[in-house]
């Protein structure tokens, strides 16, 4: 059989690629779309607010709170936490290596995650791939709520203070995943019959009891966080299961799927904002 | 640990004095620690077994910096300050805390007469601030509201 | 135990932070028993030798104790030495330089 050369094969499939491409979408339109009316809401809502400051969530809007939080970041309780992370993210593995050989920047990449995994189509979140540096490298997971991974994480985020949430979602596989979280964020569940959206959108600025509901806007971004509450750092997905707890509904697990699309979906509707964590809040 | 303690003597001599003091005697020179004004139940027996029977009044000389309704009453953060001449002392009590006197502070010569900190506070309750000037306590109060919030978790 | 030493004109701010639990000794654990106090009782500054400062706590102060004063006299560079003790009888002492202008 006659060999066909490379540059007719390309001719030949070019016409054919060409015609597949008008099949995908701009999943990345799509999605900004959604984060413009996110944002929009939340800009409408609270006026004063910059941008970047919904980031800090209630302190953006309650007088009383914030010049508590204020005197807290005199010397903010997660210091301690993260000089221990330090300390734990620049100790060796058994096998002479460190997180370094994981994570570039000495560890200063917190904002490149939640990023979608092409290959293994999955959301991979930092505290994920801190514990997958660590199978990679022979040594146990670390538990997922707290403690060292809280520690580790809250050091990472607190040197990559100030980059760019700059979450992609470029394909079809994240653009499902997008919408997983999506979903979740806006579905109604547990006894208490309550989304996230009905607190954090819709009751966000007003008072459940003597609490203030934080916007959603921004949410993700200062995680870790010490929350007075636990007297200790946890991660956001410790969060997730407390809240969950709090309506009634079933925690699930933690890094599981459902988190892990929640926190993607909600990562990205903070699209153009900054991260500034670890922080303190009650 | 035993630890031998010696009645602290304050001279109006100024510093050098007491930096040739604080060079002869050890570190624990201050007046046995008020371990029973720690441990009493009700603010007026903190208050007695901290500085005795000396007369109370009122003083608007005393500033407490401390929030309305307070975010979490494990950690609510209290700054105090005074102006009144000749301070050697501040206390602090949460009125309704199982033990009311929370922290004192000796008003050294060079520090500022003012501190601070983060207390624990039961349930709502006044803050009460003694300072010490001679042998006189003014007082000033601040009520702190502590809730319990909608979202626990 | 951390500390921020910063000298404005004439005065130094110092701000701590010490790590401990502060255990009122009134809680019980999982399985029922009292977990014993455990708090800080006594922290003391010293800045060439003289005592700037001394406070005595109790377990009504929060869980990693936070105290924050200010002191004339010294400057930047100079040192001071903080110090801790606990009902238990463990301590700390750290020196910190002041820094600023």
């Known amino acids: ?180 979280g999506k979903e979740f964020f806006y579905a109604k569940r547990g006894q208490l019959n309550m989304s996230c959206a009905g607190c954090h959108m819709r009751y966000s600025g007003r008072r459940l009891r003597s609490e203030v509901i934080s916007p959603a806007l921004g949410h993700p971004v200062h995680f870790p966080v010490f929350r007075l509450k636990w007297g200790e750092i946890g991660t956001l997905q410790r969060r997730y299961a407390g809240c969950n707890r709090n309506i009634g509904a079933k925690p699930l697990a933690i890094q599981g799927e459902e988190y892990r699309n929640l926190e993607f979906f909600q990562t990205v509707m903070s699209n153009g904002m900054h991260f500034n964590g670890p922080a303190s809040r009650k | 640990m035993t630890i031998t303690r010696r009645r602290f003597l304050r001279t109006l001599g100024g510093t050098l004095a007491s930096a040739a003091l604080a060079v002869t005697i050890p570190l624990q020179v201050f007046a046995k620690r008020s371990d029973e004004a720690f441990l009493s139940g009700s603010l007026e027996e903190a208050i007695n077994a901290k500085y005795g029977s000396l007369p109370i009044e009122d003083s608007g000389q005393i500033q407490i910096k401390a929030p309305q309704i307070a975010e979490n009453g494990a950690f609510v953060p209290v700054t105090i300050s005074t102006d009144i001449p000749g301070a050697t002392s501040i206390s602090i009590f949460a009125e309704a805390n199982f033990s009311p006197l929370v922290a004192s502070f000796d008003v050294l010569p060079r520090m500022h007469p003012d501190v601070s900190l983060r207390i624990r506070m039961a349930k709502t309750s006044d803050i009460t601030v003694l300072v010490r000037a001679g042998d006189k306590l003014y007082r000033a109060t601040r009520e702190v509201k502590v809730t319990i919030g909608g979202c626990g978790g | 135990m951390k500390v921020k030493a910063v000298a404005k004109g004439d005065a130094v701010s110092v701000k701590m932070l010490i790590k401990h639990p502060m255990e009122m000794g009134r809680r019980k654990d999982a399985e029922g028993n009292l977990i014993p106090a455990h708090y800080i009782t006594e922290v003391t500054v010293k800045y060439n030798g003289e005592i700037v400062f001394h406070s005595e706590l109790g377990p009504g102060v929060s869980m990693d104790p936070y105290l924050a004063f200010t002191f004339d006299g010294a400057k930047a560079g100079e040192s001071i030495s903080l110090s801790w003790m606990d009902n238990k009888g463990q301590s700390e002492r750290v020196d910190a330089i002041i820094g600023g202008t």
């Open chain 1, 1 to 180: 059989m006659k060999k066909i050369s490379q540059s007719r094969m390309f001719l030949l499939l070019l016409p054919i690629t060409m015609l597949w491409s008008c099949q995908t979408k701009d999943y990345s339109a799509l999605v900004n779309k959604d984060i413009e009316e996110f944002r929009a809401y939340f800009t409408e809502r609270f006026p004063e607010v910059e941008l970047d400051d919904f980031a800090d969530g209630v302190y953006a809007i309650d007088d009383n709170a914030r010049e508590q939080w204020l005197a807290m970041e005199d010397f903010p309780p997660y210091s301690i936490a993260v000089e221990e992370g330090q300390a734990l993210f620049e100790n060796s593995f058994s096998n002479g290596k460190t997180y370094t050989d994981c994570f570039p920047e000495g560890g200063a990449v917190r904002h490149n995650y939640p990023y979608f995994d092409e290959q293994r189509n999955m959301v991979v979140t930092l505290e994920m791939a801190i514990n997958e540096c660590r199978s990679a490298n022979g040594e146990p997971p670390l538990e997922y709520k707290k403690g060292d991974i809280a520690k580790i994480s809250s050091y990472m985020a607190y040197i990559s203070r100030g980059k760019p949430v700059e979450v992609k979602v470029s394909s079809q596989g994240a653009y499902e995943a997008y919408l997983k």
